[in-house]
C-alpha cells in the first residue's frame, strides 16, 4: 500500500519507505520513552492514520483497536477537528488563562451543560495526571483534609500526586511523594478479595470494607475517595449495582469529597457523556480528558460541583497553568460536540456494544479455552484471559515481564499480524476502538481477534 482515502475521498500518498530509516534512527537516537528500558524497545515508526486505521511506512495497515491510549474517540485525522484546530490557529493560536477567551467559555459551558445539575464549573488542564491532581487539590484546600482513598488496580496518572494514588505496578518505583494516599479494594467480583458469588454480595463487602478503611483512617482526616467510574487499563472493571451510590452514601455520611476519575471512559467510551451516568452516584468533582477532544491538542479538566466552587468564591484558588483552556484545544473539543449531536455518537456506541461487541465476545466463552470472562459496555471491554477456567489462573503471571509473558506476547503478535492493533494489559486484551468505527471494520477486526485467540489457547491446561 502507498497511497490511502480520507473520509472525504481524497487521496493521499504515503511517505516514501526509504524516510523510515530516519524516522527510527531520530526516535532512537534522541527520544526517551515512557514506561520503557530504552535499549530494549523498537517502536514502530508510524506514517499516516485515517479514521479507525493508520499505517506504517512499509504500507501495513492496522485497525486501531486501543484508540491509541483510549483518546481517538473521533479517530485520525477527523476533518471537523482538524478544521476547529486550523481555524483557530488562524485566529488566535494562543491566550493566557487570566483572560476571557471565546471557545474557552464554549467548552466550559457545554461540558457543564452535559454534567449532572449542581457541577457547572470547569477548570482545564494539559491532560488527565494533571486533572486528578488539580481535582485532589480542590477537595484539600476546600475540606482542609488531607487523606484521599483510591484503589488497588486502578490508575490515575504519573504526576506525583496521581501516581501515588494509582494502585497498580507503575507506582512501585515511584511511591516516594504523597504521605495522605490510602488504598483500598474496589469490588471485582471475578476475582473478588471478599469471596462473593453474587453482583449483590460483592457491592455489600466492597463497601463495608471501604467504610471499615474510612473508620481506621479517620474520617475526619479524608478529604477525598477517588474511583476510576469503570476502572480502565487494569481491566474494564464495571462497578456493580448500588456500589457508586453506596460511595455517595458514605462520602456524604462523613464530609468526604468523591471525585470520579473519567479521563479514559468520559465522553463517549461507554455510550454515556460519563460512564458513571449509567451506574449511579453522583460525584463532587469529575475529571476529564482523552476523549473530551480525542487528544488532537492536549486537555483535561476538572468539573467542579458548585457548593466546592462557592468555597472559592472569596478565597483564592491556589494553583494554576499556563496553558489551562488553551484555545487549540478548546476549539477541537467544541467541534468534538458537534460531531457527537450530528452523528448521533451517544446511540451508536451503544448500539454497536449491545448489537456486535457483547455477544461476539460472549460466544467466544464456548470456542476458547482461555477466555475467563469479558466484561464492559458500549466500545469499552476486557477479555480476561486463563490458562484454566476451573482455578482463573491467569494466563500471564500479574505484571510479568521478559519470558513470562510469552503468551500474551504470542497473542499480540498474531492480532498485529491479522491487522489489528490490540489494547493489552497483563492477562487482558481490552476492546476498544475509535467511536466512529465503521460496523464493517468493527466485524473484521473483531474476527482478527478471536483467530488470534488461538495463540492463547495453545498456553491453557
Known amino acids: 500500500m502507498t497511497e490511502y482515502t480520507d473520509r472525504r475521498g481524497a487521496t493521499h500518498a504515503l511517505p516514501a519507505p ?79 488563562p487570566s483572560v476571557a477567551n471565546d471557545v474557552r467559555g464554549e467548552l466550559a459551558r457545554l461540558i457543564a451543560g452535559v454534567a449532572p445539575e449542581g457541577l457547572d464549573k470547569v477548570f482545564f488542564t494539559n491532560g488527565g495526571a494533571e486533572a486528578n491532581e488539580y481535582a485532589v487539590r480542590l477537595a484539600r484546600q476546600s475540606t482542609g483534609r488531607r487523606k484521599v482513598l483510591s484503589m488497588y488496580r486502578s490508575y ?18 515511584n511511591d516516594v511523594n504523597d504521605s495522605g494516599a490510602v488504598r483500598f479494594f474496589g469490588p471485582y467480583l471475578y476475582r473478588s478479595p471478599f469471596h462473593s458469588e ?4 460483592e457491592t455489600e463487602r466492597a463497601l463495608a470494607h471501604l467504610e ?61 457523556w460519563f ?86 465476545l460472549r460466544s467466544w466463552a464456548s470456542t476458547h479455552p482461555s477466555v475467563g470472562e469479558v466484561r464492559g459496555r458500549g466500545l469499552f471491554w476486557a477479555v480476561e484471559l486463563v490458562r484454566d477456567r476451573e482455578t482463573r489462573e491467569p494466563l500471564v503471571p500479574f505484571n510479568a515481564s521478559g519470558a513470562d509473558a510469552a503468551p500474551m506476547g504470542a497473542f499480540t503478535a498474531a492480532a498485529k499480524k491479522a491487522g489489528v492493533w490490540p489494547f493489552v494489559h497483563f492477562n487482558r486484551t481490552h476492546i476498544a476502538p475509535p467511536l466512529v468505527i465503521t460496523e464493517d471494520e468493527l466485524v473484521r477486526g473483531l474476527a482478527a481477534i478471536d483467530e488470534a485467540l488461538t495463540a492463547a489457547d495453545a498456553h491453557t491446561a
Open 198 to 201: 453474587t453482583p449483590e454480595q
Open 156 to 173: 490515575h496518572g504519573s504526576t506525583s500526586t496521581a501516581i501515588s494514588l494509582t494502585g497498580d505496578p507503575r507506582r512501585w518505583a
Open 212 to 272: 471499615q478503611t474510612i473508620l481506621l483512617e479517620g474520617p475526619s482526616t479524608i478529604a477525598a475517595i477517588i474511583i476510576e467510574s469503570v476502572v480502565g487499563t487494569n481491566g474494564v472493571l464495571v462497578p456493580p449495582p448500588g456500589y457508586l451510590q453506596g460511595v455517595r452514601e458514605l462520602c456524604d455520611r462523613h464530609g468526604i469529597v468523591y471525585i470520579a476519575d473519567e479521563v479514559m471512559v468520559g465522553f463517549g467510551r461507554m455510550g454515556e
Open 18 to 96: 526509504e524516510a523510515e530509516a530516519q524516522v527510527r534512527a531520530d526516535d532512537r537516537a534522541h527520544v526517551f520513552h515512557s514506561w520503557s528500558a530504552q535499549a530494549l524497545i523498537d517502536p514502530v515508526p508510524i506514517a499516516a492514520g485515517q479514521g479507525s486505521t493508520f499505517w506504517d511506512y512499509a504500507g501495513a495497515e492496522y485497525l486501531d483497536f486501543a484508540s491509541q491510549l483510549v483518546n481517538l474517540n473521533l479517530g485520525h485525522q477527523h476533518p471537523d477537528l482538524v478544521a476547529a484546530v486550523q481555524q483557530q490557529a488562524g485566529r488566535l493560536a494562543t491566550i493566557q
Open 275 to 360: 460512564a458513571f451516568q449509567a451506574y449511579g452516584g453522583q460525584p463532587d468533582l469529575i475529571t476529564f480528558a482523552k476523549g473530551v477532544n480525542s487528544g488532537y491538542v492536549p486537555l483535561g479538566g476538572v468539573v467542579i460541583s458548585d457548593r466546592i466552587a462557592a468555597h472559592f468564591d472569596t478565597t483564592p484558588f491556589a494553583g494554576g497553568l499556563t496553558y489551562s483552556g488553551h484555545p487549540l484545544a478548546c476549539a477541537a473539543g467544541v467541534a468534538t460536540f458537534e460531531v457527537f449531536a450530528r452523528d448521533g455518537i451517544l446511540e451508536r456506541v451503544r448500539d454497536l456494544g449491545e448489537r456486535i461487541v457483547e455477544p461476539t
